[in-house]
């Protein structure tokens, strides 16, 4: 879903009307109860048998596909441990911030990055800069740190960090800790890098020139002054050069994350209306619209949520399918799409009928976030659920 205004003959309608569609889906959807049949199971992690301590919030598999890692809240190490065996824990003291850190692995695995989380943002529709670690997973130990970000990347090629602060976008050597003395002066909120190491994707405030070459804002002149005041653009750039090569042709509430797709064919973008913005009946609702990453063109596909934290998004080892993070009432939820169409095909709802499998009923099922990942085989997904995992086999 674009950033959106009344606008004379919105050439935008059309899509518009296709997310409203994909939002009533979704809300009927919420209407009626889990399905019958679902295969799934409760994972106990290094056998904890008590609840108290390592709240997952976050995890993420090695790009080898055979190491799970999770990053715990209120300073408990991040855990991993291959694939199947969840018994046998391997432990890092790193990170250590209250509400635990988004943890990425990198493009070979050798490295992680951790992104600061936060339970509360009282301010949403600012820049929140915030701490970001680079830790080497061989000796256990953060390489490098840094302070007040609103956003980083590593490159595929594991060298260099993709930093956005107040002063711009810079390029830091991980190995030395040198800055480049190149960068952008323009500040964003998110960037992203290609899997080919050849773009560099940042979203920016937008400038009057930018907005007036968007279609449906030629001659709109209310409406570019609308997004002067809340809309974002996202800017591509050569990755060597830092010359801007395209800009998206689409208008975008605040940019949240911007990622590429492991297999390299879409940049998604994850954005969130102004609270305050005229026509938003949920201020939870988001989206995750689709960009070809190789024409740099908007696709017609786009995924709503109404997670009440940033929601985690991953898509099946074939591809196929497309999964995100959503709230229903109480409950969250994962949302399964047909990436190419954009249709609906399955969900799970954490609900009370996981408390029925609890170990004991005295575990704390979860602090309401959710993470999830798509494990190698095709069949089955991974979802945090306080300090435990579900295991859902969606594909039977």
Not at 52 to 70: H, M, Q
Not at 177 to 203: F, P
Not at 352 to 359: G, H, I, P, Q, T
Request: aromatic share 10%; glycine share 6%.
């Amino acid at each position: 879903m674009p950033f959106h205004t009344t606008v004379k003959n919105d050439r935008c309608a059309p899509f518009m009307a296709l997310i409203i569609a994909a939002l009533a889906g979704l809300l009927t959807l919420a209407a009626f109860g889990q399905e019958d049949g679902q295969v799934y199971r409760i994972l106990r992690i290094g056998e904890q048998e008590t609840m108290s301590g390592y709240l997952t919030c976050w995890v993420d598999v090695a790009p080898d596909n055979k190491t799970i890692g999770l990053s715990s809240t209120q300073g408990f190490p991040y855990r991993s441990f291959a694939v199947d065996d969840e018994l046998n824990v391997q432990e890092m003291d790193i990170g250590n911030w209250y509400a635990g850190s988004r943890a990425r692995f990198s493009a070979t695995g050798k490295y992680l990055l951790l992104q600061q989380l936060f339970y509360l943002d009282y301010a949403p529709n600012k820049d929140r800069p915030i701490k970001y670690e680079v830790v080497d997973r061989a000796t256990k130990k953060a390489v490098a740190t840094f302070e007040d970000l609103y956003a980083a990347a590593i490159t595929p090629d594991e060298r260099t960090v993709v930093t956005l602060d107040k002063d711009g976008l810079h390029l830091v050597e991980i190995a030395t800790g040198k800055r480049s003395n190149t960068g952008l002066d323009r500040t964003g909120n998110a960037v992203a890098v290609s899997a080919d190491g050849r773009q560099i994707a940042v979203a920016h405030r937008p400038t009057k020139e930018e907005l007036e070459a968007i279609p449906s804002l030629r001659q709109q002149k209310d409406a570019i002054r609308a997004a002067m005041k809340v809309g974002q653009v996202v800017t591509i750039y050569d990755r060597h050069t830092l010359k801007p090569t395209a800009t998206l042709d689409e208008l975008f509430d605040k940019v949240f994350r911007l990622e590429y797709s492991p297999d390299g064919h879409d940049l998604w973008i994850h954005a969130k209306p102004h609270t305050r913005k005229g026509g938003n009946p949920n201020p939870d609702q988001c989206y995750v619209s689709v960009a070809d990453a190789a024409t740099n063109t908007m696709k017609r596909t786009s995924f709503p949520s109404l997670a009440r934290y940033e929601p985690d998004f991953r898509i099946s080892p074939d591809g196929k399918l497309f999964a995100i993070g959503s709230q229903n009432g109480k409950f969250m939820e994962v949302h399964l799409y047909d990436r190419a169409s954009g249709v609906m095909k399955d969900r799970f709802v954490l609900s009370y009928r996981l408390f029925e499998k609890m170990f004991t009923k005295a575990e704390f099922p979860s602090d309401g976030r959710l993470s999830f990942i798509f494990l190698p085989d095709g069949k089955r997904m991974l979802m945090t659920f306080g300090n435990r995992l579900i295991e859902w086999t969606y594909a039977p």
